[in-house]
């Protein structure tokens, strides 16, 4: 069982940048592939970036293309979310999530872990 626990999030205006960071303990990390995914008020959660199990292949949301970085430090049991730019409508809490998957996987059914998340939020 794969426990998910993110930090990093916090209040920050338009045009900054904030750290997420998403520890793993429990199980075998670098057979997971690795999600963030964002939730806003009323929408449903939806995916920001993925990372294969080595971190050689990633995607992204088209809309935090050139903003976003995903990265995944396999020794330390960590992915981390780079964001920059940030833009009002990023608001959202940002979740974690693993999967024990040869592919990279966009759909949050599709994960069997999840953290509690992070609450992001970016004022105009």
């Known amino acids: 069982q794969v426990q998910l626990v993110e930090s990093g999030g916090g209040l920050v205006q338009a045009g900054g940048s904030l750290r997420l960071s998403c520890a793993a303990s429990g199980g075998p990390f670098k057979y997971y592939v690795m999600g963030w995914f964002r939730q806003a008020p009323g929408n449903e959660r939806a995916v920001v970036a993925t990372i294969s199990r080595s971190g050689g292949s990633t995607s992204y949301a088209d809309s935090v293309k050139g903003r976003f970085t995903i990265s995944r430090d396999n020794a330390k049991n960590t992915v981390y979310l780079h964001m920059n730019s940030l833009k009002p409508e990023d608001t959202g809490v940002y979740y974690c999530?693993?999967?024990?998957?040869?592919?990279?996987?966009?759909?949050?059914?599709?994960?069997?872990?999840w953290g509690k998340g992070t609450q992001v939020t970016v004022s105009s």
């Open positions: 999530a693993a999967d024990n998957a040869l592919v990279l996987r966009t759909r949050p059914n599709e994960y069997d872990y």
